[in-house]
């Protein structure tokens, strides 16, 4: 099977699931920049982390099948899993922001990113097996190291806002904190895939 469909669907539902995420921000009830801080400062911050977070999946879903050529059934449901993962972000996102985080909703925003992180892993791994060890992926990604730093962020994340200062906010902080680091550290352009691509079309 060629990649099209599978890329055609992944995009509508990473398209719908920022719309919902946007759906969930409050209005001001007044109409002042204090208003809006009170009554949406919070949502707007988190909403727009969570936005880079499902753009960067996009970015990267999108790269990475410029390297596929057939997927198979293994690949279909990996990808699912990832697109499962992800549509959880607008609800973690909204529960973090009604909160204005509080411990157990960062908790859950954190193992949210971090399954979806490990469900990218998981999708490349499978395509990767698929396509053998020889393949323009595989070449792309070597050894991962930034996937592999997201997960620990993640986990670290997490682990922080579970044990440190659990009666106040220091740990969700540091949490939050490393969610951030994450963004950083794959906002920065990636040549991987491109150098990949060239070297894919550089016989043609």
């Keep these: 099977m060629r990649t099209g469909r599978l890329e055609a669907f992944s995009d509508g539902v990473l398209a719908i699931i920022i719309t919902i995420m946007v759906l969930e921000l409050k209005v001001p009830q007044g109409h ?17 982390l969570s936005f880079v977070f499902v753009g960067i999946y996009w970015n990267t879903h999108h790269q990475m099948f410029h390297l596929v050529r ?23 996102t909204a529960w973090v922001s009604e ?14 990113l971090l399954s979806a992180a490990i469900a990218y892993v998981v999708l490349q791994t499978v395509i990767i097996q698929r396509e053998g060890p020889d393949s323009p992926l ?4 070597g050894a991962d190291l930034k ?11 997490v682990l922080s806002a579970l044990t ?8 969700v902080w540091i949490a939050m904190t490393c969610f951030v680091l994450i963004v950083i550290m794959w906002v920065v352009p990636d040549r991987r895939i491109y150098r990949a691509l060239h070297q894919s079309e550089a016989p043609a």
């Design 138 to 141: 595989h070449r792309a990604v």
């Design 32 to 48: 002042s920049y204090s208003d809006l801080i009170h009554t949406s400062g919070v949502g707007l911050l988190v909403y727009l």
């Design 99 to 112: 909160s204005k985080f509080e411990q157990t909703p960062v908790v859950i925003y954190g193992l949210n």
């Design 70 to 92: 057939q997927v198979s059934g293994g690949v279909l449901w990996a990808n699912l899993g990832l697109l499962f993962c992800l549509s959880l972000v607008p609800f973690t």
């Design 147 to 157: 996937g592999k730093l997201s997960i620990a962020f993640d986990l670290a994340g």
């Design 164 to 171: 440190i200062d659990r009666d106040g906010h220091v740990g």
